[in-house]
């Protein structure tokens, strides 16, 4: 009897089973005549391990695409908690301020489990070479900062590009104060202004040099820099420039926050000059544009664009870019139509106009040397005639920085940063950094050029009329110009969408009959 049931239970494992498969193995599945007849020839069962698998597989799809709808029904909560009412494509916007800006502000305060992982014993010495100009500078130093932190090391001081195509011999203490610096950051990482003496004196070799891959994670730091650090005790990370990954624990984040918009501050006679220059703007005039207009022969030649100059332009941006050795050929249309060129400063004073600001608004623009000169400068001029520059309003006070490239800029950045609405041409570092200052001070308007789509309107601009032209000029520009969700939290380069950092305050009900009620944000 017993044995029956053996024999029986065997043939039965022999038998071909239904087996339900996901559709990306559904070949197998068809013709069923056929499989079965396979099975039955070579006697075995389908693998379990292979079931299992495929279960697991198609387990895996589903998550993942309720994951992404969760995804974005979340977003889609968090647009309507933060913008109950859609602005309709018709709907006229605000080109001096977003009615939202009032809503939110920068939260970047260390909390108390924060708090408590710092002023324990240093591994050792951080020294830090920055790489760029001012602004690239910048993002080093705030990044540098932050691996401090996660190597529990003491940094020094960083020591700033000398050797870039600017040439400015600046320190950090021509630029940045110093003591602010040291002060503010103290609850969060050790700094010094030099690797003491006894501890170079004790050093049997002198400090490791290394360069770390560009946007490199925290666990680099920690398997590839820290073993270094403990045995050699002073490590140097050279052209230190993003080299720090984008994502990051939100705590990090915002230690981000309080380097770039709160430790970094300028000395004092850069903050003095600047402020003359906001409050001869002022004077004129109760509010004002800043346009950040990169187009320097530099900028054109790295971009591989191209502007209309023959052969004359297209050699002398030729010879500049050869300094970049790694830059690939590009072909200039294919890089236009990418929206990867500085808009001219005509096409600047063109979307301005056409977005609706008049020709009586009064403009500060930060550049440097324009490509062209004054010939390239004047259709700009033309559409804004109050237009000023730090050199125009600052005169002889200006001559103490002259020859200082980033003291120059540093004076830029802050008329910008306070100004009522700051515009680029570009997507450099400046204007990250400042479009991410101006949200993390709530969202201040800013204007950036939805570059890929404009193009092929400015090419077009004489075949349609001037109100056709503004029309489509403020539609393409609807999703560029600084409202609060723009970018969804956590997408887009840090340093320009600083996500962590900005928090919503909650809102009074509006009880005026036909205006929308916007709740606070949970």
């Known amino acids: 009897m017993l044995m029956g049931l053996r024999t029986a239970r065997k043939l039965d494992l022999l ?54 709808m969760a995804a974005d029904l979340e977003w889609s909560q968090l647009r309507a908690r933060w913008r109950p009412k859609r602005i309709k494509s018709n709907e006229p916007v605000d080109i001096w301020k ?15 489990r924060f708090r408590s992982t710092v002023h324990k014993g240093s591994n050792g010495y951080l ?65 010094v202004k030099r690797v003491p003496d006894k501890v170079m004196r004790s050093m049997e070799k002198p400090p490791y040099t290394m360069r770390p891959p560009r946007k490199s994670v925290p666990e680099y730091y920690l398997d590839q820099v820290l073993p270094i650090l403990l045995r050699r005790r002073v490590v140097q990370l050279t052209k230190f420039d993003y080299r720090l990954t984008n994502s990051l624990d939100k705590e990090l984040q915002k230690l ?8 970094l501050r300028f000395t004092k006679s850069i903050q003095v000059l600047a402020q003359k220059l906001i409050q001869r703007m002022r004077n004129m005039s109760a509010r004002y544009i800043a346009v950040h207009l990169r187009f320097e022969p530099d900028m054109l030649a790295f971009s591989g664009c191209y502007y209309g100059g023959g052969d004359k332009e297209r050699n002398e ?10 830059l690939p050929d590009v072909s200039a249309e294919g890089e236009r139509s990418r929206g990867k060129c500085p808009l001219t400063p005509r096409e600047v004073g063109l979307m301005l106009r056409a977005l609706g600001f008049q020709n009586d608004t009064f403009i500060y623009v930060a550049s440097g040397e324009i490509y062209g000169g004054e010939k390239t400068l004047q259709p700009l001029k033309d559409f804004f005639p109050n237009f000023y520059t730090k050199d125009m309003l600052a005169r002889s006070d200006l001559k103490p920085f002259l020859s200082f490239s980033s003291r120059l800029a540093a004076i830029d950045y802050i008329v910008c940063e306070e100004s009522d609405v700051f515009v680029t041409n570009n997507n450099g570092n400046m204007a990250k950094i400042l479009a991410g200052h101006r949200r993390y001070m709530g969202h201040k308007r800013t204007i950036r050029p939805n570059a890929k789509r404009l193009s092929s309107l400015f090419k077009a601009r004489n075949q349609m009329d001037w109100e056709t032209f503004s029309r489509k000029v403020k539609s393409l520009q609807r999703d560029f110009m600084g409202e609060p ?29 036909g205006q929308s009620t916007i709740r606070p944000e949970s």
């Open 127 to 191: 020294l830090i070479a920055t790489s760029g100009g001012l602004n690239q500078q910048r993002i080093g130093i705030t990044d540098a900062v932050v691996v401090a932190l996660i190597l529990n090391a003491t940094l020094v001081i960083p020591e700033m590009d000398h050797h870039s195509f600017w040439k400015d011999n600046s320190d950090f203490a021509d630029i940045f104060d110093v003591e602010w610096f040291i002060s503010s950051l103290s609850e969060d990482v050790s700094i």
């Open 256 to 263: 981000r926050c309080r380097v770039n918009f709160h430790a």
């Open 15 to 68: 038998k071909p089973r239904r087996i339900a498969l996901p559709l990306r193995l559904g070949v197998l599945a068809a013709p069923r005549k056929r499989l079965r007849s396979t099975w039955v020839c070579h006697k075995k069962p389908l693998s379990r391990a292979l079931v299992c698998g495929s279960m697991l597989f198609a387990l895996g799809l589903v998550s993942l695409f309720a994951g992404q």
């Open 98 to 112: 977003s009615k939202y800006s009032d809503l939110y502000y920068g939260c970047s305060d260390r909390s108390d």
């Open 317 to 326: 941006l030729g010879d500049i870019r050869k300094r970049w050795a790694t």
């Open 485 to 513: 969700d723009e970018v969804r939290p956590g997408r887009g380069e840090f340093h320009e969408f600083p996500s962590s950092c900005i928090c919503q305050r909650p809102a009074q009900n509006k009880t005026a009959a």
